[in-house]
């Protein structure tokens, strides 16, 4: 199946060398999910992959799936179903656009995804059983996926960005929007602490979204508690919150590709990576530890930011 997208996986895991990390004698690993496709990047791919699967076992007609006006998601589901001429149906928040509102839209559009602009009330329906079976009534045999590719199949995906690593970590950062990356890493985190953090305000909605995930994946009441033990939410790095960010953080980006060459996104990597900067100077992980950031990718929504940033990315 993958033959048909030139992918980079497994990924790369490389060595973050910075003074910081020098100074306080802990190793920091990058594993470099940014690297896996220039546009169906990171967790994007880890979330959609067995969600192809199950459509070509099952045999299904097309995919469909939700999204705002800027998803990411969308745009990698329009490429993915281009790139290996799947039709899919993107169902989008907004009955006031149209395929010209943005670029995200319009390449979705152009990449052959049917789109679906609906009001933001049939909208909020988008979990509800009776709104699928007449989504799958209007539009045939659709395997239907969540928004933000936020399934159990998504988070199953996702494990697999630990199980290409095969050295042990203390600490394991990622940055969240919905919890799917973080399940799959906790479900496959061994002994290691995960550290997820939100990037929208009030994100201690994630360890419910890990929770419904955790039990979708059979996971036994008995071992909950483990699983939350070892699960950090840290919800005080969301910089204002979804899409905000802060003249702190972009320095910070420039300090990070100034000294590592490292690229990070203002929206997701950017803020789980100065999370984990933050612990290290806080003297909160000991001379010697391991500490393994997981790049979850999102680095073409950069463009918007570049002229601010002292540097180019490219
Ligand atoms: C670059 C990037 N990092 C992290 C996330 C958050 O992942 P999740 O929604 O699985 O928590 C997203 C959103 O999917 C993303 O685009």
């Known amino acids: 199946m993958e033959a048909k997208i030139k992918l980079e996986i497994p990924s790369p895991l490389i060595e973050l060398n910075h003074p910081l990390f020098a100074e306080k004698d802990v190793t920091v690993m990058v594993k470099r999910d940014d690297l896996i496709h220039p546009e169906i990047s990171g967790n994007k791919w880890r979330k959609l992959h067995l969600n192809i699967e199950k459509y070509y076992d099952k045999g299904y007609a097309k995919l469909l799936t939700f999204g705002g006006a800027y998803s990411n998601h969308i745009a990698a589901t329009a490429l993915v179903g281009k790139l290996m001429g799947i039709p ?121 979204a890990v929770r419904e995930l955790l039990i979708y994946s059979g996971t036994p009441d008995e071992l909950m508690d483990d699983y939350f033990e070892k699960l950090k939410v840290l919800t005080d790095y969301h910089f204002g919150g979804y899409g905000k960010y802060t003249h702190e953080l972009l320095q910070f980006m420039g300090d990070v590709y100034a000294t590592t060459g490292l690229k990070l996104d203002q929206v997701y990597t950017a803020k789980a990576l100065f999370a984990l900067f933050d612990a290290v100077k806080k003297n909160q992980w000991g001379r010697g530890a391991k500490i393994l950031f997981i790049h979850t990718g999102g680095l073409q929504g950069i463009r918007s930011v570049e002229a601010m940033l002292n540097y180019s990315l490219d």
């Open 88 to 208: 899919t149906i993107g169902i989008i928040r907004g009955d006031e656009l149209n395929a010209n509102s943005n670029a995200t839209l319009a390449e979705a559009n152009a990449n052959g995804m049917e789109l679906v602009f609906v009001s933001r009330s049939e909208y909020g329906m988008r979990y509800e059983n009776d709104y699928k079976n007449e989504l799958r009534a209007r539009y045939g045999h659709v395997l239907i996926i969540e928004e933000g590719g936020a399934n159990y199949l998504g988070a199953m995906g996702c494990t697999e960005i630990i199980s290409e690593v095969d050295q042990n970590f203390d600490g394991i950062y990622l940055a969240s929007g919905t919890g799917t990356t973080t399940t799959g890493i906790l479900l496959a985190s061994g002994n290691a602490k995960v550290y997820s953090v939100p990037v929208l305000k009030n994100g201690g909605f994630i360890k419910d």
